[in-house]
């Protein structure tokens, strides 16, 4: 008695998965489906790809895997009992589904083939990997059979007596001598199991036991008899966990005359031709019904006594009434309506035997295929056995209706799917004969329908998003003619159909992307946005289901219309991008100042297959850029000065009605962006501190919303140094071109640079700067005293040629064209003998007012010796004042004042060493400079004794 069940599942559609990069080194063997399938928790991502695997993850990571090596890679998480998924280096995918379960998900997630091969485990057989969770008695009382369904359970005893330790033939397990001359065979089934008695001679066969053999059912799975001589077992709950179908009895017979398979003048070597065994009858077998009765825990098979008693009949004589599990998808009719095990072999055409009419029918399960593009699809079949030993056809359909009506391997109505139908798909010939009539044994042969109309129909039911593709097998042709031909008569293995196909999906829409502020874009970057260019680039992310290398085609029309004017496209030269990424294009021109356009994207892949449009979107061109703004400020207005050094400063910006923030700095340093308000104007207001005092200037630029921006608005300010401040070079550097500002009351901020001939060497107090007159020069970035307010300035010198020059400066500070002040020797004075002299300037160029003194006290000023100088400019009082000390020991020294008047800021550099004239440097000093001081304070004389001998 032969028990084939499987457990019922919910065949759930396949699911796209989201990328990820991780390869599998799982190993992928033959061509459509795989025979061993790796364990994803040994598996771990690689950094580079590794060639030498062809299964992968996911999808994902085997497309990725896929490109780089150039071959094709399965997605482990694709993989079911039935299909697996393929992902192709192209960046198509292609599936492979079967109709019956191909193999086995073990408890820890791996795959396994199935595998029927018996060995013992634990005490008992058990098969290597198939569907059912089946174990087999190794001898002894027990059941010979038990098998669970989750919670429930189904036991087979053998009731007459003690079971013998069993010999295991591959999946077959053989219990000789159960009975005189009687053994009993059990058979691990892809989804069950089979068990048959042999009966091996007619002397065993008389005993009544062989006649009317009793089994005993156990568990908590009801049996129950079916209309047609089946059984199906139900389990607790009440749902059927399998069924049966009638069952039959065969003999061993070899002879291809007796069942009519091949024309006796063709000979043969009967010896090749494969026996009958007790898991299924030989092709030349002789069969009968076998009636099967349930009464409470008993299983009474009777035998066909007519066959056991026959003289001719071949023995051993196998009686076997096999179950069929819920998994496998397909099924088969007859025109008598005949229940008859067919095995695993789908019949079709006239039955040899009994001349009844054959057709079997297929399910596949396509709902991966939904919504796709399919590029090739076919159905494949393995030919076991034919009648005849030359090709003839036989016809492939798909049904006008989807799905078979009954358990699997069970047999529908003749009615219930009619061929042939309307849905003609494609025709085989060929033919394989292993009975040994045919002069030859014929290996078994492959059977591909394929083409056009499949594909295309394959495609319709895609398209329909239909879950279920049913196809029949009959030996007839479009006509309905031939099926009756006994030479078409054909056995096809179900386990080995297939349908594969070839597919893709359109690439998804693309998706636009903001532009880009630092090219195209400031404020509105996304739709509707606004460019500061007529040649904008338009990006969008595109991505494939099956990513691969797209193709994007952007258009900018004048509306929001597929029929508006075509302002710029690529569709000549769409943009090439690998899946997923930005696909990016520049308008070249045709864009204009003041419009608005509307722009979208579409993708297609490497099949031509063209996706989805993006949404339109807009984008306006303004390329014009703001009026200059103003700047405005009560404490620091422009080029005047402002308030003491530390006070802090508002700064009120004015600017277009079209600005949306401007952007300020101060001295080229950090810029600072603040946002415009109200209407028109836009204004915003800077708060800054000054970081020193004298001159600054502020730069504003004012933007609008596409990022043009303004010509810098520049807003020189005057800070007004502190009172007690004062800055101090004392050149006790030993080299390099820098000359610190030691000074104090928030100086130091003002060091000199020291350029052309001058440099450092013994001065009067450490080291000092030493002067050629020949072009060196030290001097700051900017000015160091507010020349409108009092000041006072002073140094040590030590002229090394007076004669060399009628006017040789020490100290001053530029204007525009002229120094403000001069601290120098001057030839003319003391009625030409020469002395030392402040002179100030009451215009920048104008004329200067000098204070002399004579020097009579210390001798008039000569080369070689040191002298203090000092100049004072008395805002308030009006003067100008020169000291000069020869002693400082006692501080004495000579005084000159004069009146002076006249206000204007030089706000160029502080220059020690050379005056200006003109524009340009004059009057160069020819010796040593030593302990310079700036104050701006007016200092008495005795303070610039004190500060000269520091």
Known sequence: MSYHFSVLVDHSRLRWRSWSRAALAVVLVGAGLSAVAGDPAQASPAAEADCSVRVAADEVAAAALAVDCGVSVEALSERTEFAQVVVDPSGTQTVTVAAVPQRVRRADGSWAAVDPRLSVVDGAVV??????????????SGPLAVWQFGDASFTLSWPLGVLPVPRLLDATAVYDDVLPGVNLHVTALREGFTHAVEIVSPAAAADPRVRSLRYVLGGNVRVEAESGGGLRLVGPTGQTVATTHAASMWDSSLDPALGGEVLPSRGGDREAAEPATGAEPAVT?????????????????????????DPDVTWPVFVDPPFNGLRSKWAYANDANKDWDVGNRAWVGRNTYDGVLYRSFFDFNVAALQGTTILSAKVTMELDHSHSCDPTAVHLYRTNTDGITVASAGRMAWSTRPLPSSYWLDSWSGNANEAGGCGTIQPDATAVFEGTTLTADVQARATANASTYTVGLCACNSSGQYESTQERWKKFYTNQTYLIATYDKKPNAPVAQAFTTTADCYKACTSPAVVRTTTPTLRASVSDPYNGNLRTTFEVRTAASATATLVAGNSSTPTSTAAPGT???????GLAHGSTYYWRAQSKDENDLTGDWSAWQTVSVDTSAPVVPSVSSAQYPLREWGAVFGTAGTFALTGGSDVVDFTWSVEGGSATTV????????TASVAYSPARDMVQTLSVVAKDVAGNASQAQLHQFWVSPVPNKYARWKFDEAAGVTAADSGSGGSGLSPGTMSGAVSFGPGYLGNAASFTGTGGEVTTSGPVVDTTRSFTVMAWARASNLAAHDYQVLVSQDGTQASRFQLMYNKDANAGAGGWCFAM???????????????????LPADGSWVHVAGVYDAVAGKIRVFVMGDPLSC???TAETTFTGRWSATGSFAIGRGQSSGAATNRWRGDIDDVYAFQRTLSAWEICQQAVQ
Request: aromatic share 4%; hydrophobic share 35%; charged share 20%.
């Open 127 to 140: 098969p290597a990997a198939t569907l059912a969770d089946v174990r087999f008695s190794a001898g002894g």
């Open 285 to 309: 077998s002789r069969r009968a019904s076998v009636a099967v009765q349930v009464d409470g825990n008993d299983l009474t098979v009777v035998a066909d006594g007519s066959m056991l008693d």
């Open 583 to 589: 696909a990016e294009w520049r308008v070249p021109s």
């Open 675 to 682: 946002v415009a308000s109200g209407t028109s104007p836009k």
């Open 841 to 859: 300037r009451a215009t920048d160029g104008g004329n200067s007012t000098t204070a002399c003194a004579d020097g009579s006290s210390w001798g």
């Open 892 to 894: 004495g020294g000579e």
